[in-house]
């Protein structure tokens, strides 16, 4: 990757020099895939499961990254088993499926020194290696960020853990619950007068996935100036620390305890969601007009002149008896019919969809989100695309995920070289399956 910017560099530098800028445009436009594909030539090389690493890789192998896989051989990433369901009455579960598009999987032995050896070669050749083991872990196997980077300085190293590389809890495994719980996103989430309650996805994985790729993209810009890799540490509970954001700011600042509101808003009423006839619909409001335009909507024009309020503080003053109002009659109309009522409102509202609503959604099939891929064990399943799209490149599902050691054979046949009879030998040893 380097070496082709580089060359483009003098290309470009040349061309100012001698006036001749067709001769660039002709190099990019025969190199096209590098002005589309965003990551096109980055390599990364995957030791991560579950969900927080996988999907950071995921997200930069929709980019245009080439990802490899390293599983276990036998079981492989631990999502491979979680389930039901899994698809089809296969052993592929719907869990695995959606974290793992685009990526070659290639299974080995991180144990024994062969296994240890391909990691190496392997490292040489990527820009990246993400893993999400305890710390210490990968130590011991002489695969840390200070055994890689003697063999492969320019590698972007980013551990993913649960706790991070220092502080108390350092060897601690961590879950999303576990961060979620610890980091106060349960204590804070549930019903006013409830018990604490999960979150329905694991929103502290994805976050810390989040986190991940835009520190490794950071990274990977850094070493263009420098040529250098780095290690880059990113936990859960530092990630659920920092995504209590305005919650976590009141307790910072204002010495403020924080509770459960249910689907309401700390600081903006009414800002919840509503049982109708049929369901539940959210409405948001976020300003004085907002509130003014939802009582001309539900037809109580009185509400919007009422001195008790007039001001957001002054709603969220009165919360009780407004919210109370606003219930009364928010349950005589279905979903439906609310929507039709609130379509060319100033305030955002929405139904509280189930699965079967969300994706028979017209908005959600108008924009082509779900894709559809051809899996070679079950069949046709579909996936969630990316939610992210650029007007000058490319980020898109590429091809589905991978049957467990997939691509053994071809990675170490096209990435190292290695021949059929080595990687037999390997086989029979038991580094690779």
């Not at 560099?9 to 594909?37: C, E, I, M, W």
């Not at 991940?212 to 993209?217: E, K, M, R, S, T």
Request: net charge positive.
């Amino acid at each position: 990757m380097n070496i082709f910017l580089n060359y483009v560099g003098q290309q470009l530098n040349h061309a100012k020099k001698t006036t001749k800028l067709p001769l660039v445009k002709t190099f990019l436009r025969y190199n096209s895939n590098f002005g589309n594909d965003i990551l096109h030539g980055i390599k990364v090389l995957d030791l991560t499961r579950i969900i927080a690493g996988p999907i950071c890789t995921m997200i930069l192998s929709d980019m245009g990254a080439e990802v490899i896989k390293v599983e276990k051989p036998g079981t492989g990433d631990e999502a491979r088993l979680f389930g039901p369901p899994f698809i089809n009455n296969t052993s592929e579960s719907c869990y695995f499926v959606c974290v793992n598009r685009n990526k070659k999987s290639i299974c080995l032995d991180l144990k024994s020194s062969g296994g240890r050896d391909i990691i190496y070669e392997l490292a040489k050749k990527c820009d990246v290696l993400v893993e999400n083991y305890v710390p210490g872990t990968l130590n011991k196997y002489k695969l840390g960020y200070d055994d890689l980077k003697k063999v492969a300085p320019h590698i972007v190293y980013c551990s993913i853990t649960g706790y991070g590389s220092q502080g108390l809890y350092k060897k601690k495994p961590g879950y999303d619950v576990i961060a979620a719980s610890v980091g106060g996103l349960l204590y804070i989430t549930g019903p006013t007068d409830g018990e604490p309650v999960k979150v329905g996805v694991a929103v502290t994985d994805i976050a810390t996935g989040l986190y991940a790729h835009g520190a490794i993209l950071a990274a990977l810009i850094q070493k263009r100036q420098t040529g250098k890799g780095q290690k880059i540490d990113c936990d859960l509970l530092s990630t659920q620390v920092a995504s209590l954001i305005n919650i976590g700011s009141n307790y910072l600042n204002g010495e403020k305890e924080a509770q459960r509101w249910g689907s309401s808003h700390e600081s903006l009423v009414p800002y919840k969601m509503f049982k109708t006839r049929d369901g539940y619909l959210t409405i948001g409001i976020g300003s004085d007009s907002q509130f003014k335009d939802l009582c001309y909507k539900i037809e109580r024009k009185d509400l919007a002149n009422d001195p008790k309020y007039q001001t957001n503080a002054l709603r969220v003053e009165n919360r009780e008896e407004l919210v109370g109002i606003i219930e009364n009659i928010m349950k005589n109309q279905t979903n439906l019919q609310w929507m039709e009522v609130f379509k060319d409102s100033s305030f955002p509202c929405g139904p509280v969809n189930k699965l079967s609503e969300v994706f028979s959604d017209p908005h959600i099939k108008s924009i082509e989100l779900i894709k559809t891929l051809e899996h070679p064990k079950v069949g046709k399943i579909r996936v969630v695309g990316p939610p992210v799209q650029f007007s000058e490149g490319i980020n898109k599902v590429r091809s589905p995920p991978p049957l467990l050691g997939e691509h053994t054979n071809e990675v170490l046949k096209q990435y190292l070289g290695y021949s059929a009879d080595k990687i037999e030998s390997l086989r029979k040893q038991g580094v690779i399956a």
